[in-house]
């Protein structure tokens, strides 16, 4: 079998915050003997979600069996995700931005078509998340993996989001998807049938809005630079899981992460 080096696109901070959440989980286990010490566990677990690489690729690489590596990332993407915030911690987080910026992406599963409800026919997608971003386009929250099928305003209003953020008075910026969500939420002018046409000043207001929400959008980007979201093999239900612990570890590389 052929080998060769590769690097992970992430800082050494990362690295070290997840091997010293394992090593005290291993403590507390009492756990006397592992194939990998904590600091290579982590690197295993940030090799397959931020490289994608597959369980057998990994297994390989560091000289362990598939079902072995298979189980050192489930460990580890469940002690993460039991670490990210729920809706009202993150909108409490958000109260102290000038803004925040709401957008829903789809998360590729590789399921069958008529695996339903989970599947949208429009989008032919299965999973949908919705996300909060600062003034900076940087990731504040995901929401737990959601339908596909699931319109953006239902799946926000389904979380308790819209009703987290107008408590707390979030002033917020969506898309049209989110049209109708009232209290805080900002969304653009929308031509119907009774207002075929917007006014200047409409159109004005709705490029401002495209021009913060495009800052939104990156955000978007940071989650999807996480290479294992590009088509995830396994069950919608266990999208969250790795949405969440995704969000764990993005927030500690960006050093905002508060435990």
């Known amino acids: 079998m052929l080998s060769y080096r590769a690097s992970i696109p992430l800082s050494n901070h990362t690295l070290i915050r997840l091997a010293e959440l394992i090593r005290t989980q291993r403590a507390e286990r009492r756990c006397r003997w592992r194939r990998l010490d904590p600091a290579q566990q982590a690197l295993l677990v940030l090799a397959h979600l931020r490289n994608g690489d597959t369980y057998a690729r990994l297994a390989a690489g560091f000289a362990i069996g598939t079902t072995t590596a298979w189980r050192y990332v489930r460990e580890s993407v469940d002690l993460l995700a039991a670490l990210a915030d729920d809706v009202h911690a993150a909108v409490a987080r958000a109260a102290r931005l000038a803004y925040a910026i709401l957008d829903g992406t789809l998360i590729p599963i590789d399921r069958r078509a008529d695996e339903r409800p989970y599947y949208s026919g429009k989008h ?27 319109h953006d305003v239902t799946a926000a209003r389904k979380i308790g989001l819209i009703d987290a953020l107008t408590g707390a008075g979030v002033k917020t910026f969506a898309d049209k998807g989110d049209h109708g969500a009232g209290g805080t939420i900002r969304t653009p002018f929308k031509r119907h049938r009774h207002r075929p046409w917007l006014s200047r000043g409409q159109r004005d207001v709705n490029r401002a809005h495209a021009r913060i929400r495009a800052i939104g959008e990156r955000a978007v980007a940071t989650l999807k630079a996480w290479k294992v979201l590009t088509k995830l093999r396994c069950c919608p239900h266990g999208a969250t899981a790795l949405v969440q612990a995704i969000l764990v570890l993005q927030l500690v590389e960006d050093s905002r992460y508060p435990g």
């Open 124 to 150: 032919k997608q299965h999973g949908d998340v919705q996300l909060l971003a600062d003034p900076a386009g940087r990731l504040v929250w995901t929401s737990p993996a959601l339908p596909g099928a699931v």
